[in-house]
């Protein structure tokens, strides 16, 4: 079962159990991926899937912040438990020692020496992690292990 099955398959099971909120989001989620085949003409990929929940966890996260900044808890929360839902998609999340490591092998391996080189280091990291750790946080990662 690929990955947009189980998500449909997901929805259907939200409905069952008359969990409104899971169902809500998890079809925030599908409309997204048919957004995306429309306007691109494509079959999605799991690898594709996994990029546009990303995305949404990210949008959502930054709503929440704001909603946060704005004193509104009721829809902050509501941002965090849609987060949640679409985290179970997304592959395990690289612990901080974990990153570290992957990003001293890159370091070596592009050749990098200050932080000036960030930028060949991000490149072959965004690359290598993709799905397993954050951009902000190969990022400042990155830049801790350079200087």
């Known amino acids: 079962m690929n990955l ?6 997901d929805v259907k099971d939200a409905m069952k159990a008359k969990d409104n909120k899971r169902r809500d989001a998890l079809r925030l989620l599908t409309s997204a991926f048919k957004q995306i085949e429309v306007d691109e003409r494509k ?12 995305s949404q966890v990210k949008r959502r996260d930054d709503a929440a912040s ?9 829809l902050m929360q509501k941002e965090l438990d849609e987060i949640a839902y679409y985290k179970e998609y997304l592959p395990a999340q690289l612990s901080d020692e974990e990153l570290s490591l992957a990003l001293q092998e890159i370091i ?11 930028g060949k280091v991000m490149g072959a990291a965004s690359k290598e992690l ?7 946080r190969i990022n400042e990662c990155a830049k801790i292990l350079l200087s």
């Open 130 to 136: 993709s799905g397993k750790a954050d951009g902000k």
């Open 108 to 118: 070596t391996k592009v050749g990098a020496a200050t932080v000036k080189d960030i």
């Open 43 to 54: 079959e999605l990929s799991d690898d594709d899937i996994i990029k546009i929940i990303q």
């Open 66 to 74: 704001q909603y946060k900044e704005a004193g509104r808890e009721d």
């Open 4 to 9: 947009r099955d189980r998500i449909n398959q």
